[in-house]
């Protein structure tokens, strides 16, 4: 069997996210999304695993169930941080673990190093090699997935604050990591030119702290019946279980896939920001290198070559996002959520509308251009102006000169525009 996954999450209980995700909002956002199984996010929370416990029944294997039969998988975020080699570290980490009792243990090991009800993604001042002593003594089987290994400030692999290699982080414990998460800035094809990380399973999820980003990147696995060891067979590709595929974003909608500085407003791609000596024209402060330049700087394969285990991948747009393209409104305008209740009581889920609808059935909906809008996503023919420093990249249906972001940020400086605001004109006296 197939299920669509979301594993990395996080509930009301973490900094910076949304009062809406209490247990029975996320069930009902992910039914929505085709998310079938979805992780619960921040159990080393007190407060939030008693909810849990309260209000998910055990379907047997590990897993939990809301009353609408979506699956919850027992999943938390924590964030590491030291100093290695003269320089700060910070590494986030997502946890997997069996059983609610795996929780209660893992959260009670975790509770020397540091606090735990504060923040539901919790700060913990350790590496991860002590880290992970501590919670494998409590829990052998917990599953540890380095989460968005690329994002500069907190990443295994960031250019702000992570390591060049695997083994440096993780030493005598790297044997024991089957998996990462590519991040909202990456794509397989990207990850795929670094060598380095040819013995991991790549996955993808979307990091919700609202209930509407659900489900804007999956992991599809194929299990012969649900359950967190099959989960775990699935991402070593053993005993029949497997990831068959991954639902990404395109990279360049991700908040740091191009180098740039946001306070300037520049964006820039890596060749770029090597010409300027990674300076900002504008200010002169470093610029914020993003994923795409860190992940060629760790490359030793050309684009284009993938790995022999290559796992297949969709880019798909949110379809919040897609419908407010279409309708020329914010996605959090009243017009796109009519419009995206009445897609969703038609055509069953978001995720079946962007992939699996036929788009001459999609022809006929009332909302003009909607099916060509799902053209263009499915052929890959949607532009995407490059997110950078915290910025999400502008996806648009026309020409880049004409597009506007729905979000209502202003349009970054291009490098043509950077040389006209800090070159001399030629015309100059």
């Known amino acids: 069997m197939r299920l ?104 009670h090991a975790l509770t020397r190093f540091g606090s735990l009800d504060g923040n539901g993604r919790p700060m913990l001042g350790m590496d991860c090699i002590s880290f992970l002593d501590a919670i494998w003594n409590a829990a052998p089987d917990v599953e540890v997935i380095p989460a968005h290994i690329w ?7 960031g250019s702000r604050s992570g390591f060049d290699g695997i083994d440096d982080c993780f030493g005598p414990h790297v044997d024991r990591i089957a998996a990462v998460e590519t991040g909202l800035s990456s794509d397989p094809p990207m990850n795929e030119r670094v060598g380095r990380l040819d013995a991991m399973t790549l996955v993808s999820f979307s990091d919700a702290h609202s209930p509407s980003k659900i489900g804007r990147e999956a992991t599809v696995f194929e299990l012969p ?31 740091y896939h191009y180098d740039g500085h946001r306070a300037c407003g520049v964006a820039v791609s890596p060749d770029e920001a090597r010409a300027l ?4 024209p504008v200010c002169r402060k470093p610029l914020t290198l993003g994923v795409l330049h860190r992940v060629t700087d760790l490359a030793d394969r050309p684009a284009g070559l993938p790995r022999a285990k290559r796992v297949p991948h969709r880019t798909l747009l949110p379809l919040p996002e897609l419908v407010a ?17 009445r897609l969703v009581e038609r055509y069953g889920t978001e995720l079946r509308v962007l ?13 003009p251009g909607l099916a ?58």
């Not at 992939?355 to 909302?367: F, I």
């Open 325 to 341: 393209l279409v309708a020329k409104r914010r996605p959090q305008s009243r017009v796109v959520e009519r419009e995206l209740n």
């Open 151 to 157: 994002t500069p400030w907190y990443s295994l692999l």
């Open 277 to 280: 000596g990674g300076i900002c």
């Open 4 to 107: 669509v996954a979301d594993l990395h999450i996080h509930s009301k209980h973490s900094i910076a996210t949304s009062g809406a995700m209490d247990l029975p909002q996320l069930a009902g956002w992910a039914a929505r999304k085709g998310i079938e199984l979805l992780g619960t996010g921040d159990f080393t929370h007190g407060e939030w695993l008693e909810a849990i416990a309260r209000e998910l029944r055990p379907t047997g294997g590990g897993l939990l169930a809301a009353s609408n039969g979506v699956l919850f998988a027992l999943t938390s975020e924590v964030a590491l941080v030291w100093r290695y080699e003269g320089r700060c570290r910070r590494v986030h980490l997502l946890l997997l673990v069996p059983t609610l009792a795996d929780a209660a243990r893992v959260r």
């Open 355 to 367: 992939s699996e609808v036929p788009l001459e059935e999609l022809a006929n909906d009332r909302l």
């Open 372 to 429: 060509d809008a799902v053209r263009s996503v499915r052929t890959g023919r949607l532009h995407v102006r490059p997110g950078y420093d915290g910025v999400y990249g502008v996806a648009s249906l026309q020409q880049e000169s004409d597009a506007v972001s729905p979000s209502g940020e202003n349009a970054s400086l291009t490098a043509r525009s950077i040389r006209e605001r800090t070159e001399p004109s030629a015309n100059a006296a």
């Open 225 to 255: 019946e649900p359950g967190f060891a099959w989960i775990r067979n699935a991402l070593r590709g053993e005993r029949g279980a497997r990831v068959c595929e991954t639902i990404e974003v395109h990279p360049e909608h991700g908040k």
